[in-house]
């Protein structure tokens, strides 16, 4: 894909990202969340024990410090495997999408849903999801990096943890999903953003446009 189309699909993410957050501050999507969460939020006593251990594996494995060792050592392979600019890609980019999601959170102040006792106590603002933001930028950025990772069955296997964790997220009661569609689409942006600078210094090099990057 182009550099330009890449920056595009970023630039117009993250505009939908800020949009949404000034949305659901406003009230709309209130019917969609309630909705949602309904369906999705698990209790103690209710949903079977395996399920609610499950999902809180998963989201712990998206969170608190276990994120930054796993984009650690997701980083140092790309440096051995390609080189620093990915490793460079994946590390920094990481990095500058969580931060951009803690200020969203703080500039947003969104309450965290009380509809069940939340089985991840958080104390932090609710939009966007961090954990969603950290799964879509990690897996996104390593399928795009990583040609290996471009075969259909490691694409299906990051849409599943993407997916997984933000949904774990809303079952645990700790965000609504506006929250999670918010973190899902700040962290695909991101990644798009990279790429995008990466397709673009690697067609200054090579006067061609990378097959790593194309569709």
């Known amino acids: 894909m182009l550099p330009k189309r890449l920056f595009f ?11 949404l ?12 969340d309630l909705a949602i969460s309904h369906a999705l939020n698990m209790q103690r006593g209710v949903t079977p024990e395996w399920l609610i251990l499950f999902m809180q594996g998963v989201s712990w494995i998206g969170g608190g410090v276990q994120r930054y060792v796993i984009v650690t050592i ?6 051995r495997w390609w080189g620093w600019g990915a490793a460079l890609a994946m590390g920094l980019t990481t990095l500058v999408s969580a ?3 803690d200020v969203m959170k703080a500039f947003f102040g969104r309450v965290r849903p009380d509809l069940v006792p939340q089985l991840d106590i958080i104390h932090s603002p609710a939009f966007p999801s961090g954990h969603s933001n950290n799964a879509a930028v990690v897996y ?13 069955l ?39 953003a990279a790429a995008a600078v990466i ?5 200054q090099r090579t006067a061609h446009f990378p097959s790593i990057l194309s569709p």
């Not at 699909?9 to 949009?19: E, G």
């Not at 957050?21 to 969609?32: E, I, Q, T």
């Not at 996104?140 to 259909?152: D, G, S, T």
């Not at 397709?199 to 067609?203: D, G, I, K, L, S």
């Open 154 to 192: 490691w694409q299906v296997a990051a849409a599943i943890m993407i997916v997984l964790t933000g949904v774990s997220r809303i079952m645990l009661g700790v965000h609504w999903p506006t929250d999670v569609l918010g973190g899902w689409m700040l962290g695909a942006s991101f990644a798009m």
């Open 74 to 79: 997701l980083t140092l392979a790309l440096w």
């Open 140 to 152: 996104i950025l390593f399928i795009m990096l990583v040609p290996q990772a471009r075969h259909p």
């Open 199 to 203: 397709a673009y210094r690697q067609h």
């Open 21 to 32: 957050g000034f949305a659901v501050n406003a009230g709309y999507f209130r019917s969609f």
């Open 9 to 19: 699909l970023a630039v117009i993410l993250f505009v939908m990202v800020v949009a």
């Open 99 to 101: 931060f951009t999601s």
